[in-house]
């Protein structure tokens, strides 16, 4: 009877303790093919490989380029987002994001076009965002690749209060980072464009970034973040937004404790029967 507990106690731990929850194996290099992701003109082209958490929002072409909570089309589409982390040889745990959009990212900000935003974590899924990850230099101490951690009045807003509502004095649509500390480096790297992705056409890009989760401090424990999260990118106007949700895992070393403190117990338990 305790053999079959203690196969049953160990076959529950190692389902309990994943070396890093959702891990696939990605290269930050511009190239979305070890993604699984494929630009093939159909939906399927879409979904990654096993051990990325993805969403699609690709727009319809539909309503006079309406995107939510702006317009534009396929110009200002964020498309797709896909989120991962990896434990590498060296011992240290990546979080890697690849986005997927239709909004050229050498677009200037000026007469009526807005350029490139950042990336944007909100960790405890509270509504504020808590880190960004510049896609390009914001000013003298933020530059591209930096990671920031910042509060929600560090960042800057789009131009909609709420969808198809033109009110930017009171958007809250985070866009891009403006103040903040520094807490690391990100790898950071955008494809040349390509073409066939879904079935709506159209040229898009494929944005890469790598980020070493020390710089996340308390809200990453071991391999696993220590509480759910979400991830966000849009462009400056914020007429397109796509957002990722992930859950939190039970960190290893607690579960593992758990697990064989457990087994200790339920032994000590039967020699005193």
């Not at 879409?46 to 089309?73: F, H, M, R």
């Not at 979080?95 to 405890?124: E, Q, V």
């Not at 509504?127 to 800057?156: K, L, M």
């Amino acid at each position: 009877m305790r053999n079959k507990l203690l196969a049953s106690l160990l076959v529950a731990s190692a389902a309990l303790v994943p070396a890093a929850a959702f891990a696939a194996t990605v290269t930050i290099d511009g190239n979305f093919s070890d993604w699984g992701i494929v630009n093939n003109g159909t939906t399927a082209g879409w979904a990654p490989k096993a051990g990325i958490l993805y969403t699609v929002e690709d727009q319809s072409d539909a309503n006079g380029g309406y995107l939510s909570p702006g317009w534009g089309g396929q110009a200002y589409d964020a498309e797709a987002l896909y989120v991962t982390w990896q434990t590498k040889a060296n011992g240290q745990t990546y979080l890697d994001i690849g986005l997927i959009t239709g909004h050229d990212p050498n677009t200037p900000t000026g007469n009526g076009s807005y350029g490139r935003g950042d990336f944007a974590i909100d960790f405890g899924r509270n509504g504020s965002w808590d880190f960004g990850i510049a896609t390009a230099d914001r000013s003298a101490t933020i530059r591209q690749g930096d990671v920031i951690a910042t509060t929600n009045a560090g960042w800057a807003t789009g131009l909609w209060s709420a969808p198809g509502v033109y009110d930017p004095a009171h958007s809250s649509y985070v866009t891009k980072i403006n103040s903040g500390t520094d807490v690391g480096d990100a790898n950071f790297v955008i494809s040349p464009s390509f073409t066939n992705m879904g079935t709506l056409g159209g040229k898009h890009w494929f944005y890469e970034v790598e980020i070493p989760v020390a710089a996340f401090g308390a809200h990453w424990i071991g391999n696993n973040p220590s509480e759910a999260f979400d991830i966000q990118w849009t462009m400056l106007c914020a007429n397109d937004i796509v957002t990722l949700g992930a859950s939190a895992t039970i960190p290893e070393p607690a579960t593992l404790a758990l697990v064989l403190g457990g087994l200790g117990l339920a032994g000590l338990t039967r020699r005193r029967t």
